[in-house]
């Protein structure tokens, strides 16, 4: 009985002392504390870099729809592309299935009615 006792014992201090160093973390062994980061920039100094890098006239020779972003307005709309349909007609096929399955649902509780 005694055995045992003792035993638990140094389980458990060995547990513990498992637990401290898990937790301890490493840089404080090491002695030297770490350098500290260089200050980062404020927001308006970021704002002045981007604006002296940035021009701010468009550049001459290109168009104002590929400057702008937009795309060719002349192009087909997404639904009438093949993508399109098959979005539309996968839609259409899971809006048919959730209505199918409310009606057709074989659990009937008593909140329903």
């Known amino acids: 009985m005694r055995l045992q006792v003792r035993f638990s014992q140094w389980v458990s201090r060995a547990l513990v002392v498992a637990l401290i160093l898990t937790a301890t973390p490493l840089p404080s062994f090491a002695g030297e504390p770490p350098a500290p980061a260089p200050p980062r920039p404020t ?37 009438k592309k093949p993508a399109g349909i098959a979005v539309l007609i996968t839609l259409a096929a899971g809006v048919g299935y959730a209505l199918y399955s409310t009606q057709h649902d074989r659990v009937h509780s008593a909140g329903k009615k």
């Open 43 to 79: 927001l308006t100094a970021l704002v002045q870099q981007a604006a002296a890098v940035t021009p701010l006239a468009p550049a001459r020779g290109k168009s104002s729809a590929a400057q702008s972003g937009k795309a060719d307005l002349g192009s087909p709309s997404f639904f």
